[in-house]
């Protein structure tokens, strides 16, 4: 309890310095003439008196200094002394403090942008009871992303069934068509869900009550509720608790609003916020069959380990991927493969983590890698500094000052340092962290999912993550110039008059520094062009066609299937397209690659035998003429489809990998593939290149394209423009002639294949744009600390520069000396670096699986690129060591 | 320098006193005195340990201060004898409790000091 009292009393007194110690004054003083009153009462002189009374006193300054010590908070008196003392001589050199704040805010700001969109995709915990409880299951499909996706007949077996969950429930994501108020129909994201969602998952209502388990019962008029998110209570009814009760009309059924999810709730998917949850009873005819699809969630018992958990589900699995082989029209042999895994889910379903997941942890490295970089820059740099300041801290050291209190001086200024370019780095994160955001929901989606929304917060974990960043990175760069400090040897450094000296070691050890900062680029450097050349061989390698120049068109979907004249008028359309200017060849296609829909079917093809487990998906598109022209995928034998394959004759061109696989060594040509479920036969007329179809990732599948247009029906909603100029210049007169042919079949997209190959690709290019972008600043400051180095060590050597030129060597010895030294660093820096980053490579070729890390490439580009950069800094020293005019230079002293 | 300062601090001829025991000292002299001024107190301890304990009349502030910001004394400025300005010190209940509490650990400190050093003595 004193304790307590007195840490409040000392905190009050911290506040009420000046008052205290002008108190204090008059106290002391009352003393001193109480006391001389005494003694002049024992017979001494009034001076006298006084001198002895000060005497027992024993002075009034360290009377003063030790109430101090026991009246406030001396530490803190301390750190407010130092700060003092730090920002002043900041202050004195506001330049280098300048610079030292933008080196490290960018550090710590690159660091807490990538932690900030880690954490959101992968850490940030859902608003929750007890998320990490939460695990959700992922079918797994061979080569295949992984799915959450079950439906209800599973969903009621695995809950019913297993041991290892307290509780098991699920959400099928719908696009509601909702309006209110009798209104304007509207799209909104959300989902039907068990009657035990909201208990399970463990959300408590915000407003009114959530669907419980007597709502989702099939038949029921209680089952005609919704549950909506705090996002819509706002927009739509601005927070009017009379929203309870409200009746609103969801997929043409009016349901009754029972109450709000808390503000937090936002739904079980980063980047898919849900406005509205429904009962699952509310969709009778799926709930009744059991077909209706659900993203499972499940909370672990306690003491169950995930691993547990996964060898129980996969056991209770069995049965349903036996059903689904079973039931397979496609009798597809592969799904007796499938498997289920278990994964946490305390951050919510994985979609996002599965895809940023790795390219963020492999930034992050890079971002750590940076940052570390930085320190050793700004440490070498403070160092310097150091150097310059020998004389104050060794008359410091002379006046008495322990040598703790140095080195708690000098990290009090680096911590000083590091916390202003915090506090910068936190500005820095924000708008980094919203162009990482902007990269990230660019990506590609299939029709019906909803874009990606990403909320980043600044949360507490975000904050104290760039704190402990610049606090590792204070004390990081800070300790080498402390412990300096802290070494101060008062008696050389002041005979040196004014010139410090400079041990072997130091020498060294600054060389060090900035061969350090040499090697880190490398790594980064070379990691940059790892990451880029894989970026660059997803975008052009093997892909199969000319992704320049190619504008595509996707038309409203209402055109498939439709009869009578649009065979004629699509035939027009090409000839229309054909003869605008720049254009060189116009062709209609099913599915455009890359666009992230395909077709997929089974075929027997004559004269090949196979057995049943050994068949596989062959991919199918349906395509117009002089497609492969445009495209520019080589056609190989025989020939592209034309107008007249659009009734008569059914006939098929196949890739090249499919001809290998069925008729290896034969000719394809002439030969039929029979479809297993329509039972049509195709002849096969031609034979192209393999071609990417469906993913950028995966090798070019077995593909055989039929025509787009086929008996009066068209198969086609894509219109694949080659241009000859830039494919954008001609959206508007592409766009006009598909008016004038189709007005009927609106435009609803205008894309390049390139930006459609970018959208696929998001990921990756976040990483290679990144590591670029890490890479060339870690060369430029690996490049300030060479030049600083050099010109320091010109500095210091002038003296001897013009006394060797006085004795007759020739200028651009001199400047060979500083070569040599610029040399030596960098190639010390490239040993190291290039051991890292080989070492590195290996630690990204776990993680990543298809890096294109056998190519020596990345890592040879990375050090020339270090060399060159050392060339460059070195060579205004050099410069100046040439230039040294030795009259001069002996006047330097 | 450095050894310098090494040497004042050994040749420091006064008894080196636990904070606790002034701040004990300070106590018992409020209690049995009253209200007293900080030299008043300095002079009281140095008269009964024959100049004994205190460095120097100044070691008194500081624990006066520690006494103050525990709630064990308060102060208040007022006038001497002599009519002189001075401020003023008195123990406050909860001081009073802590010296029953302090003078309870003293003698138990001191009992097992005796004990020690006396065994120490007889078994040398």
Known sequence: ?893 | VESLQESARVSDPKLDLLQGTLDLMVLRTLESMGAMHGYGIARRIEQLSNDQVLLNQGTIYPSLVRLQNRGWISAAWGVSDNNRKAKFYSITKAGKRQIKEELANWERLSAVMGRVLAAGEGGA
């Open chain 1, 1 to 893: 309890m004193s304790l307590l009292r007195e840490a409040w009393a000392r905190l009050r007194s911290f506040f009420r310095k000046g008052e205290l110690d002008a108190d204090f004054s008059e106290e002391l003083a009352s003393h001193i003439e109480l006391a001389a009153e005494d003694n002049l009462r024992q017979g001494m002189t009034p001076a006298e008196a006084r001198r002895q009374a000060l005497i027992q006193l024993g002075g009034i300054e360290p009377a003063k200094e030790a109430h101090r010590e026991w009246r406030g908070l001396p530490w803190l008196d301390g750190i407010v002394q130092d700060l003092r003392h730090a920002f002043r001589s900041m202050g004195r050199t506001p330049g280098f403090t300048l610079t030292i704040i933008a080196v490290l805010s960018l550090g710590i700001g690159a660091n807490t942008a990538i932690f900030s969109l880690l954490n959101t995709l992968m850490l940030r915990p859902l608003p929750v009871r007890d998320p990490g409880e939460l695990v959700e299951f992922l079918s797994v499909y061979p080569g295949d992303p992984r799915l959450n996706s079950f439906n209800w007949k599973y969903f009621e077996r695995f809950r019913d069934q297993n041991h290892v969950f307290s509780g098991m429930t699920g959400v099928s994501p719908n696009n509601f068509q909702v309006s209110l108020d009798g209104g304007e129909t509207e799209e909104l994201l959300g989902g039907y869900v068990p009657g035990n969602f909201f208990s399970m998952v463990g959300v408590k209502p915000g407003l009114g009550r959530l669907i419980e388990p007597q709502d989702d019962r099939l038949g029921s008029p209680n089952a005609a509720v919704a549950v909506v998110s705090w996002s819509f209570w706002n927009s739509r009814f601005h927070l009017d608790p009379s929203i309870l009760g409200k009746q609103i009309v969801v997929n043409r059924e009016p349901v009754t609003i029972i109450g709000v999810t808390p503000r937090e709730f936002i739904g079980l998917q980063v980047g898919t916020p849900r406005f509205l949850w429904i009962p699952a009873a509310m969709t009778p005819s799926q709930r009744a069959t059991g077909e209706l699809s659900l993203q499972l969630i499940a909370r672990l018992k306690p003491g169950v380990s995930i691993e547990q958990a996964q060898a129980e589900m996969r056991l209770l699995d069995r049965e349903r991927i036996e059903d689904i082989a079973r039931n397979s029209p496609t009798k597809d042999p592969v799904l007796r493969q499938m498997r289920l895994d278990v994964e946490p889910a305390s951050a919510g379903f994985s979609q996002l983590r599965e895809r940023f997941g790795k390219p963020l942890l492999a930034l992050m490295a890079l971002v750590a890698l940076l940052l570390l970089l930085m320190c050793v820059n700004v440490s070498s740099l403070l160092l310097a500094k150091a150097v310059a300041r020998e004389r104050e801290m060794a008359v410091r050291v002379s006046l008495g000052a322990s040598r703790f209190r140095l080195l708690r001086q000098v990290l009090t200024e680096s911590l000083a340092l590091s916390a202003l370019a915090c506090a910068a780095g936190l500005g820095l994160a924000y708008v980094g962290a919203a162009f990482l955001v902007h990269i990230v929901v660019s990506g590609r989606r299939p029709p019906g999912v909803p874009p990606i929304e990403i909320n980043l917060q600044l949360d507490g974990r975000v904050l104290l993550f760039s704190l402990a960043v610049a606090l590792t990175a204070g004390l990081l760069f800070g300790l080498i110039p402390a412990f300096r400090a802290m070494r101060s040897a008062p008696m050389n450094s002041l005979r040196a008059a004014g010139k410090s000296s400079e041990t072997r070691f130091a020498r060294l050890f600054g060389r060090g520094l900035v061969a350090t900062q040499v090697g880190l680029s490398v790594v980064l450097l070379s990691a940059a062009g790892l990451f880029a050349a894989h970026l660059s061989n997803l975008r052009n390698v093997g892909i199969g066609f000319a992704s320049e120049n190619l504008l595509l068109v996707s038309l409203d979907p209402s055109i498939n299937g439709q009869g009578e004249s649009l065979p004629l008028r699509c035939e027009q359309l090409l000839t229309s397209l054909q003869a605008i200017p720049g254009v060189h060849s116009a062709s209609l296609v099913g599915a455009t690659p890359i666009s992230g829909a395909a077709a997929s079917l089974f075929i027997t093809a004559e004269g090949f035998e196979e057995p049943q487990q050994d068949r596989r998906y062959t991919a199918m598109n349906g395509v117009g003429p002089r497609y492969f022209e445009t495209l520019g995928t080589p056609l190989l034998a025989g020939r592209e489809f034309g107008v007249q394959d659009w009734q008569g004759r059914k006939v098929a061109i196949v890739n090249e990998t499919l001809a290998e696989h069925y008729f290896a060594g034969r000719d394809p040509l002439g030969r039929h593939v029979t479809f297993d479920r329509s039972g049509e036969t195709y002849e096969i007329v031609g034979v192209v290149g393999d071609a990417k179809y469906y993913e950028l990732r995966d090798p070019p599948p077995r593909t055989i394209y039929l025509s787009a247009v086929r008996d009066g029906r068209v198969r086609a909603r894509n219109i694949v423009v080659r241009t000859n100029v830039s494919p954008a210049s001609l959206e508007s007169q592409v766009r006009r002639t598909i008016d004038e042919v189709l007005a009927d079949f609106p435009v609803v997209k205008v894309t390049t294949m390139t930006a459609q190959i970018d959208e696929a690709i998001v990921p990756e290019r976040l990483v290679a744009l990144l590591s670029g972008l890490f890479g060339v600043l870690g060369a430029l400051l690996a490049a300030i600390g060479l030049y600083g180095l050099l010109a320091y060590l010109v500095a210091r050597r002038v003296n001897e520069i013009g006394i060797r030129m006085a004795l007759g060597a020739a200028p651009r010895k001199m400047a060979g000396m500083v070569f040599r030294d610029a040399l030596a660093t960098v190639s010390v820096g490239l040993a190291l670096g290039t051991g890292a980053a080989l070492g590195a490579k290996r630690l990204a070729a776990a993680v990543f699986s298809d890096l294109p890390i056998d190519q020596g490439m990345p890592l040879v580009l990375g050090a020339a690129a270090m060399m060159i950069v050392g060339l460059l800094a070195s060579y205004m020293p050099c410069r100046r060591a040439a230039r040294t005019n030795p009259v001069e230079a002996l006047r330097h002293d």
